[in-house]
């Protein structure tokens, strides 16, 4: 399965195979099979289910088919249900069991990840579903809904939600109202424009309402203003008593924003070319935000010297009710370490400590992150088993602990750990990796003792879902190669950002062909945009090895007005250049999209929404 739908799938398949209602403590069952004819539990084994189930009479039997399948899916075994399902002829059943056998047997292919299948069914039963009362209609409609999204087709899903909402169930609009929600915030800013474009109605006032909600370059008190617009338009809307909500947390934000930002950033030392391209995209997201509404004063500290905690004390002392930096984790620890701070900080870095003042939070672009949700990743798409290959140093060691100790904990087992060096000995390392010469010794003592014509050629180890590697691109250019030479090219390779160089490259890059990445919005999207434009006037030849920092400069400046809303909401986002961004023990969390190489080129994958997450509130907009 392409990564596309193999990433949505696993996404989606826990919510559709229980039935929309994974989180509610209690539900309708699909079927109920009358009392003359009940049966008991149903077995553990699918075997012991089939061989009871050919013992039964007709009634019995497909009462208790129904009623097992919905069991198995409800334990997350949506092949044990599925072939349950298959075994009962749907011309042979009544109505009411015709209905549960089709969704049931839809959920069952969603749970299998098979979106084709289930819109094949719902479309071969077409007649029949339309002879069922409009509540029942509803609920198959949901059923394509999930369909579609797993297919990829998020407008396609959000017009089938919208157009059967009205007739859900209770519990089914809960579950639907979230998805909409979830749906309408992995669209791009181009796809709404675009979909608002194209639509009317309940569809036309949810496009609206998340476009002006998540605004990149909205101002706060313009987006108050906007939510009390809209409110009046849509009084009737279904996402209408969303709207107190969102409106109560950007007021509370508009009162404890800002007034004059202190910026304490190197401009001299070791580190003042980072400091100067983080500089610059602050002030490329300060000017963005004149254009349209009212930006604090921002000051410039150059904190390239040694005492901090004195140009700290100067910026409090010059009025500054926000500070932005330090840079330097050094110099970050030594102002966390002074216990409570007169204002709020948020430093440029992570610092391994403890305890922190309750208003001193953290920002940075920490690879750690991005090896974590490398993890996440591969649990979702069901991989049980990871190698990692690393090079040698601290670094290398840090970044694949922070992978590990992730998967671990998602239940995922690390079958081989390797670390590389550049140069002429990477090819036997990943040969060493993959186990290949244990192969071909055993081929060739197969070859000796037998005259048979057997299939010796030699083989990969098996026991890896993936690779996690952590590479730049010239290494990443030595590993793929040596991976695809050595049996495993239809092995799946993960990697950080790090292997992206963010240059066009086609003919080097042909190498890495096939490894798929996560990086920020701002290195992989060339969408449309007034901060695109003002960057690409400005610095016409970007900012080289300094692009990522660029644009962790444009979301630093965002988060100076939104820090208090995503310490105070916990579910609370904000989209931003460098990824999406939340707040987890006073640390900027960052979600990167996923990339991947085709054809020498470095392509977005598509965003996709994730289930479980109803909160119609969980995501605030950057300024």
Not at 378 to 401: F, K, M, N, T
Request: charged share 25%.
């Amino acid at each position: 399965m392409e990564f596309r739908k193999a990433r949505l799938a696993a996404l989606l398949a826990a919510a559709v195979i229980a039935g929309c209602s994974t989180t509610t403590p209690t539900r309708t069952t699909v079927y109920e099979q009358p009392s003359a004819t009940k049966v008991g539990a149903a077995p553990t084994a699918l075997s012991a289910a089939r061989s009871q189930l050919a013992t039964m009479k007709t009634d019995a039997r497909i009462g208790a088919a129904l009623q097992w399948a919905e069991h198995y899916l409800d334990q997350q075994r949506p092949g044990d249900a599925g072939q349950l399902l298959a075994d009962l002829n749907p011309q042979a059943l009544d109505n009411e069991q015709r209905f549960a056998w089709m969704l049931l047997s839809g959920r069952a292919q969603l749970g299998d990840q098979q979106p084709d299948d289930a819109l094949a069914l719902l479309q071969r039963h077409e007649d029949d579903i339309l002879q069922y009362p409009a509540e029942q209609q509803a609920r198959l409609d949901l059923l394509k809904a999930d369909a579609l999204a797993m297919k990829g087709d998020l407008t396609g899903s959000l017009q089938q939600r919208v157009a059967t909402h009205p007739l859900l169930e209770d519990k089914d609009q809960d579950y639907n109202h979230g998805m909409i929600w979830q749906l309408l915030m992995q669209l791009s800013n181009a796809e709404l424009a675009d979909a608002i474009e194209d639509s009317s109605g309940d569809l036309r006032g949810w496009l609206t309402l998340a476009r002006l909600y998540r605004d990149p370059i909205a101002d706060l008190d313009a987006q108050v203003s906007r939510l009390n617009q809209w409110s009046a338009q849509w009084r009737t809307h279904p996402a209408i008593d969303d709207v107190p909500d969102m409106l109560d947390a950007l007021e509370k934000a508009v009162s404890e924003r800002p007034s004059k930002v202190a910026i304490l950033l190197p401009a001299t030392g070791p580190l003042k070319n980072a400091g100067k391209a983080l500089q610059e995209g602050i002030m490329t997201a300060y000017y963005r935000h004149k254009q349209d509404g009212n930006p604090p004063v921002l000051r410039f500290y150059d904190s390239g010297g040694d005492d901090i905690l004195a140009l700290y004390q100067q910026a409090v002392q010059d009025g500054a009710d926000f500070i932005l930096g330090p840079l330097a984790k050094d110099k970050a620890a030594t102002i966390a370490s002074q216990g409570t701070l007169p204002v709020t900080t948020l430093a440029l870095n992570y610092i391994d400590q403890g305890e922190l003042p309750e208003n001193f939070f953290q920002f940075g672009l920490a690879p750690e992150d991005e090896a974590r949700q490398i993890a996440l990743q591969g649990a979702r798409e069901g991989a049980s088993q990871a190698g990692i290959l690393y090079p040698e140093g601290e670094w290398g060691e840090r970044v694949a602990q922070a992978f590990a100790q992730e998967w671990q904990s998602l239940g995922g087992t690390v079958t081989i750990t390797r670390t590389y060096q550049e140069g002429p000995t990477l090819g036997d390392t990943v040969k060493e990796l993959l186990l290949v010469a244990q192969s071909q010794s055993r081929g060739q003592a197969v070859s000796r003792f037998t005259s048979l014509d057997m299939d010796i050629q030699p083989r990969r180890r098996q026991d890896m879902g993936f690779l996690f590697l952590l590479a730049n691109p010239d290494q990443g250019r030595q590993v793929k190669p040596a991976l695809n030479f050595h049996y495993a090219k239809d092995l799946p390779v993960y990697s950080t950002a790090l292997i992206h160089s963010g240059e066009s490259n086609p003919r080097r890059d042909q190498d890495l062909n096939g490894v798929r990445f996560v990086d920020m919005p701002w290195m992989l999207s060339n969408e449309d945009s007034e901060l695109r434009r003002m960057s690409n006037e400005q610095w016409p030849e970007g900012h080289g090895r300094y692009e990522r920092l660029f644009a962790m400069g444009i979301d630093a400046y965002r988060l100076q007005s939104r820090v208090f809303l995503l310490s105070t909401l916990p579910s609370s986002e904000l989209p931003g250049v460098t990824g999406r961004l939340s707040m987890k023990q006073q640390r900027i969390v960052r979600e990167l999209n996923w990339g991947v190489f085709i054809n020498g080129e470095a392509r977005p994958l598509p965003k996709v929404a994730e289930p479980g997450n109803n909160n119609r509130t969980s995501e605030i907009t950057a300024q």
